[in-house]
């Protein structure tokens, strides 16, 4: 199926399309609560992480970390031990990377 075959218009076409295509493959998407439509503008998360132009951490994650690294820098109390912040920046670097 390619783009000329979409089914409707706007929006409520491209996700009557999604859902065909998945079940072609096997797979249903959920109705209702879970099915969200997001906008170019908005924010669009998949588990947790953004994925509008390309994937990377939410701003509140970024601005957390570069928090925690500044407090292990200081020398103040921090709320994650060194060892989680290593897996928070390796986290950080396999997503930028991506």
Request: charged share 30%; aromatic share 8%.
């Amino acid at each position: 199926m390619d783009g000329g075959e979409l089914r409707g218009a706007g929006w409520w076409g491209r996700v009557w399309t999604a859902r065909l295509i998945a079940s072609e493959h096997g797979y249903t998407l959920h109705r209702g609560r879970k099915l969200r439509i997001r906008r170019r503008h908005q924010r669009q998360l998949v588990t947790g992480l953004v994925v509008n132009e390309r994937v990377s951490l939410a701003r509140e994650t970024r601005q957390w970390l570069r928090a925690v690294e500044h407090h292990w820098a200081e020398g103040r109390p921090s709320t994650v031990s060194r060892s989680e912040l290593a897996g928070w920046r390796a986290f950080r670097a396999m997503i930028e990377r991506g």
